[in-house]
């Protein structure tokens, strides 16, 4: 593991410049750092990051224990999908049996499992036994089994017509000071994709609430209190939880 994938986890700490530092947001982009010392918040992108990395300027002193800080909110809607089938399996066997370690029981709880929620591709013995190994190893925590964001793999994809009315009624209604609550996000989007399919050949299907307050969760968590609080009020409750550092 490289030095950058050791932060990939809030509360992961480091020194740039013997400075430290403590990870506050994980995006697809790059990192917000939070100055421990009470200093100000800043975002650094992978590019920036790997350039500290080579210059000998940037060192891990603390990395959180796996899966402790992970949540769903940096997750596509497919990489939740796939989160939610592994635990499908792990749950299953783990409810049924308290010998993980046999193939052939394991074998035949998959196999029962599989017929009753309709999978025709079962995954295989050794998968779903990896999978277990992970998630106890992880504290039995869901996000033992989340994949972790590779810099070197980021996609910079075009956000799709339905993507761009989200992330603008985000902004319009939600990203400001009028502290509007999320159900004024759901009116504003479906009021947008009404407009956008008077217009359009191909409709547009409304997004369900949950998946615009996915899109929210993903906000990084300082941008979002600046804009609905404040910088100063961003300041003060985005600071690194203390001052002392932590060893491993």
Not at 54 to 77: C, F, H, K, V, W
Not at 209 to 229: N, P, S, W
Request: aromatic share 6%; with cysteine; hydrophobic share 35%.
């Amino acid at each position: 593991m490289n030095k950058i994938e050791s932060l990939l986890q809030t509360g992961a700490r480091c020194t740039i410049c013997a400075s430290p530092f403590e990870v506050a947001h994980v995006s697809d982009k790059g990192l917000r750092l939070t100055d421990v010392n009470g200093g100000n918040s800043r975002f650094l992108d992978f590019q920036a990051l790997q350039q500290l990395v080579e210059q000998e300027q940037l060192e891990i002193i603390y990395t959180p224990p796996l899966g402790n800080n992970a949540s769903r909110a940096g997750l596509t809607d497919a990489q939740i999908k796939k989160l939610d089938y592994k635990l499908g399996y792990v749950r299953a066997v783990t409810r049924q049996t308290d010998k993980v370690g046999s193939r052939r029981r394991i074998a035949a709880i998959v196999r029962d499992f599989a017929q009753e929620i309709g999978d025709k591709s079962p995954p295989g013995v050794s998968t779903v036994a990896g999978w277990i190994k992970r998630w106890i190893e992880g504290g039995r925590s869901e996000s033992a089994l989340m994949p972790a964001p590779k810099p070197s793999r980021v996609r910079l994809e075009e956000p799709n017509e339905l993507q761009k009315i989200i992330l603008k009624a985000i902004n319009k209604v939600y990203m400001n000071s009028q502290k509007n609550p999320i159900s004024a996000v759901e009116t504003e989007v479906a009021v947008e994709v009404a407009e956008y399919n008077c217009q359009a050949e191909t409709k547009l299907k409304p997004p369900s609430a949950e998946t615009i307050r996915r899109y929210i969760q993903r906000i990084d968590a300082y941008q979002l209190d600046a804009a609905r609080y404040g910088k100063a009020y961003a300041k003060r409750h985005h600071r690194a939880a203390g001052r002392a550092l932590y060893t491993t």
